[in-house]
């Protein structure tokens, strides 16, 4: 470790004095020739600017297009359009992910997605948060990057099921003067402005929610500013972005298809429960070329606050949590005729820390004393994240391409607790102790492009490696051994097409996988852990875009899998076969687009999701649902568009998030019909 270290130093001291080549390096401004589809870039993709000119594996990209047309309310509205991805809502900004993957929570959640904002993670390795879509600026993106399935080989740690990265359009994109304002009939009302000269521009986010449900208001703000500027011959991009979210919060409804009674939906069980969050962060990045050498450096920084009421939890305690970093990302990219190498580094250090308190007494029974009143968890952590890695790609042979790809990574935690160590009721606290995890990440990818007339096809073999959040390492129950958990562990293997027909009228991406995972760390519906479970995972997913006619376009997306426990826990009724529960095996998504005049726009849309088992011994269910959706725009003139949102057209009880725990039950019920009426302005 001390050697890699070292190592690292010595490499982002060279990187430092050579110059720098964004790590997003022009994923706004350069772009690689698109395919007929406006939702998809369905060919190649510039992950977080990658200058290759293709990658194995499966990628996605939701357009500026695809974001103004959806005008979400919520990030989950627009990653829920691309294939493999189940974002589920809680209460107001509340969510859980699911990429390839069950939709997870706890630590599993936390680390198992590597969310980044201009090619910048949005968190510190150790310090994930399984809310953490709400912290970038996405509503002023110009894109947003999905890569589904293991991406740790570049990109590190938590890129474990996948990684989403939201990126902020360049000054050159912006208009001197933009606003977007929306309010709809369950009392939610939005606005973005844009100010923008010739090289930089700030914009603000600003969103005042009601709430549908009884004491759920939200109340959040974003900015974000942006500038570029040189300095001597080296290129740089400043940028800054904070966001402020206050929210009063509902908790589960409880009862067999409590989401069915509107008026039972509408009750908050828990008025008590709020969550109040700040984030920041910023980054410059530097760039220069020197013939066919690339070189890059991106400085940051980061920072978070929260506060919240843990109402999903019988004890109902309340946490206080932080985290603080700096750090910096490098790499060095060298284009030749039949080859690319691209090398980089990575140095991360960060502090959190957390506090949990029990306000009010709370057993399940006369004398029940696992859940004491007062200081439950009191502790700081120190962190220091390392990696290299180097990615090599090569013709082998006219229009076959093979990118072979590896990081080592280091990872140091340093743990005090300030609450007395020891067991106190269900709580487990550790003693002062540090700890060290190892990563190894290794990728093989092959490209044919034109395999089968305009139809790419590619195999990927790709490792997902994650080190254990702090939660994990320190936030212990009583019948945990500290110690005990592991790196979690992915392997996959991937096989898919990408291309066109019929004259380019028909745009398409399918991809098939199967993925292993080993220990998997999660806590089971009676609140325990498990720190080695395994899991399986196989797939197949499309996404196409097909021009009926002219004005007439259809595009969406379905995605099969089987998501299964490759272990047995009796104790709860985990059995090796067994689904893993909220995995839905089917998700679809379906939208036409019909360009009525020149002005007029109008499109449908329609989002499935399929049954899924709501507990671990696969004994209780929820059935899945259909949304459907209208939208329609017109261009009033070249300045400015009024359009109307349709949601949920046809006013389904549903259940956002269905789970079954502590015996009972529960659901976080899906919003009523609503419409939503907006303007979209230009100068």
């Not at 060919?43 to 290759?52: K, N």
């Not at 990057?145 to 990126?167: C, D, M, Q, T, W």
């Not at 009392?187 to 005042?208: E, F, H, N, P, Q």
């Given at each position: ?30 772009r690689q020739t698109k395919s007929r589809s406006d939702d998809f870039l369905m060919s190649t993709i510039f992950v977080l600017g990658d200058r290759t000119t293709a990658e194995p594996g499966s990628n996605s990209v939701v357009t500026a297009e695809t974001i103004a047309k959806i005008s979400a309310d919520h990030p989950a509205e627009l ?605």
């Amino acid at each position: 470790m001390r050697i890699l270290t070292s190592v690292l130093l010595g490499y982002s001291a060279i990187s430092l004095a050579l110059g720098a080549n964004a790590q997003e390096q022009g994923a706004a401004n350069e772009r690689q020739t698109k395919s007929r589809s406006d939702d998809f870039l369905m060919s190649t993709i510039f992950v977080l600017g990658d200058r290759t000119t293709a990658e194995p594996g499966s990628n996605s990209v939701v357009t500026a297009e695809t974001i103004a047309k959806i005008s979400a309310d919520h990030p989950a509205e627009l990653l829920n359009v691309v294939p493999g991805v189940n974002i589920q809502l809680n209460s107001g900004q509340e969510h859980l992910v699911s990429v390839r993957s069950p939709v997870l929570s706890g630590g599993a959640g936390q680390g198992s997605f590597l969310i980044l904002q201009n090619g910048v993670p949005t968190r510190s390795p150790a310090f994930g948060n399984v809310n953490m879509l709400f912290e970038p600026h996405y509503e002023v993106a110009d894109v947003v990057e999905v890569v589904r399935g293991p991406a740790s080989a570049k990109y590190g740690s938590n890129a474990v099921h996948g990684l989403i990265n939201f990126i902020q359009p360049d000054a050159s994109d912006v208009s001197v003067f933009e606003l977007n304002a929306s309010a709809s009939t369950l009392g939610r009302s939005k606005s973005d402005i844009l100010a923008s000269s010739d090289t930089g521009y700030v914009a603000v986010s600003l969103m005042d929610d009601q709430g549908w449900r009884n004491d759920t208001s939200v109340g959040q703000q974003k900015v974000t500013a942006r500038q570029a500027f040189s300095l001597g011959q080296w290129d740089a991009t400043a940028w800054a972005s904070y966001t402020n979210l206050n929210q009063e919060t509902a908790g589960y409804i409880g009862g067999y298809k409590a989401y069915r009674d509107r008026d039972q939906a509408e009750q908050n069980e828990n008025p008590e429960a709020f969550r109040d969050a700040k984030f920041a962060m910023g980054a410059i990045r530097f760039e220069r070329t020197f013939d066919e050498v690339q070189f890059s450096v991106t400085p940051y920084a980061r920072w978070q606050k929260m506060e919240f009421r843990q109402h999903f939890l019988p004890y109902k305690g309340y946490e206080e949590n932080d985290s603080s970093a700096i750090g910096v990302m490098s790499d060095v990219s060298i284009e030749r005729e039949r080859s690319n190498w691209r090398f980089g580094g990575m140095l991360d250090f960060a502090s959190g820390s957390l506090l949990e308190t029990q306000p009010e007494p709370f057993g399940f029974f006369p004398g029940d004393s696992r859940f004491p009143v007062g200081v439950h968890y009191d502790y700081t952590v120190d962190t220091f994240a390392a990696a290299l890695w180097g990615e090599y790609g090569r013709e082998l042979f006219p229009d076959v391409m093979m990118v072979a790809g590896l990081r080592v990574e280091t990872h140091d935690y340093d743990y005090t607790t300030r609450a007395p160590a020891g067991i106190r009721g269900r709580f487990n606290i550790p003693d002062d102790r540090s700890d060290t995890f190892d990563l190894v990440t290794p990728k093989l990818g092959f490209i044919w492009d034109d395999a089968i007339g305009e139809v790419d096809l590619y195999l990927n073999f790709a490792r997902g490696q994650r080190a254990p959040q702090a939660s994990d390492l320190y936030r212990l129950q009583s019948q945990q051994v500290v110690g005990q958990v592991k790196s979690e562990t992915l392997d996959s293997v991937e096989f898919g097409g990408r291309g066109s027909a019929f004259s380019g009228r028909l745009s398409f991406d399918v991809a098939a996988y199967a993925m292993t995972k080993e220990n998997f760390f999660f806590r089971d519906a009676d609140g325990l852990n498990v720190p080695n479970g395994e899991t399986d995972h196989i797939g197949v997913e499309l996404m196409a875009d097909y021009a009926l006619t002219e004005r007439v376009s259809l595009s969406g997306n379905v995605s099969w899998s089987e998501q299964t426990y490759a272990f047995d826990r009796p104790s709860n009724g985990i059995v090796e076969g067994n689904r893993i529960d909220t995995a839905p095996e089917w998700l679809a998504d379906l939208s036409v687009s019909w360009q009525a005049t020149d002005k007029l726009e109008l499109d449908a849309r329609a989002e499935f999701v399929g049954e899924y088992f709501t507990d671990e011994a696969a004994s209780n269910t929820y059935n899945g649902h259909t949304l459907f959706s209208l939208r329609g725009a017109y261009s009033v003139s070249e300045q400015l568009e009024a359009f109307v949102l349709i949601k949920n057209l046809f006013d389904l009880k549903y259940a956002d998030r269905a789970d079954f725990a502590f015996g009972n039950a529960r659901y976080f019920p899906g919003e009523p019909m609503n419409a939503t009426f907006g303007i979209r302005s230009r100068w």
